[in-house]
């Protein structure tokens, strides 16, 4: 089970970080993502890090603003936002992708848990 959390309304330039804390098994091993939709469109990719934390994918809208960051001692990951833009509104949800899960980091399809999401509205 995936739960999110940290989402809420900020203006334009500001700052929000998201958690998303994982319970019932362990998701050390799995690649974590994040995913945002906005009303009327489509789930689309946010970020993505491996297992170990080794490396972390960012959709081009988000690059150099949005830091994700995982601590599996905690089984948590995080999704540190900043430079806030009205087009960042949406729902967000994480979601995990287990290693005998295919498909690509950047599909939701490929992923086969999912939080139940926060709302992040950033007003201009």
């Known amino acids: 089970q995936l739960q999110a959390s940290g989402g809420g309304l900020v203006r334009a330039g500001g700052s929000l970080r998201l958690s998303c804390a994982a319970s019932g098994r362990t998701f050390n091993t799995d690649i974590m993502g994040w995913f945002r939709q906005a009303p009327g469109k489509e789930r689309e990719f946010v970020t993505a890090?491996?297992?170990?934390?080794?490396?972390?994918y960012y959709a081009d809208s988000v690059k150099c603003r949005f830091t994700i960051s995982r601590d599996n001692a905690r089984n948590t990951v995080y999704l540190q936002m900043n430079s806030l833009k009205p087009e960042d509104t949406a729902i967000y949800y994480c979601?995990?992708?287990?290693?005998?899960?295919?498909?690509?980091?950047?599909?939701?399809?490929?992923?086969?848990?999912w939080g139940q999401g926060t709302q992040v509205t950033v007003s201009s």
């Open positions: 890090i491996t297992a170990s934390g080794g490396s972390t």
């Open positions: 979601a995990a992708k287990s290693p005998y899960y295919t498909g690509s980091i950047y599909n939701p399809k490929a992923y086969n848990y």
